[in-house]
């Protein structure tokens, strides 16, 4: 923390100045995001409380784990709607084109009759 501050001395400051800090005992913290999780396993959780908001300082060994996307289920229905729509007769190519549009009937006609 700072230089040459006794611990106790610290404590004793951030007393007077309405700061708490208390250790929590934490297994694990998980920080998930948009792009994937943040993962801290043995981790040193300190809670400070300063003017009415708490805030979190977190150390440990830090791992990150992509967001995984969910699988996409195509029906035949689906297949044969865009193979009529599109002109094509092929089901492969009608799948490919689902699945490059996350199951979006509507965009994958719409790419096929633009090739």
Do not use: C, H, Y
């Not at 001395?9 to 995001?33: P, W």
């Not at 948009?34 to 396993?41: A, F, K, L, Q, V």
């Not at 300063?50 to 297949?79: H, M, N, R, Y």
């Amino acid at each position: 923390m700072m230089p040459n501050v006794d611990p106790k001395q610290l404590k004793k400051m951030m007393d007077r100045m309405g700061i708490k800090s208390s250790e929590i005992d934490a297994q694990r913290v998980i920080i998930e995001s948009s792009e994937g999780d943040i993962i801290i396993d043995e981790p040193q959780v300190i809670l400070i409380e300063a003017q009415g908001t708490k805030s979190f300082q977190i150390s440990g060994s830090v791992s990150e784990k992509p967001k995984e996307l969910p699988k996409i289920e195509i029906s035949e229905d689906d297949i044969k709607m865009v193979k009529e729509q599109s002109g094509i007769e092929d089901d492969n190519l009608a799948r490919a084109a689902l699945e490059e549009s996350n199951g979006n009937i509507a965009e994958a006609i719409l790419k096929l009759k633009d090739n």
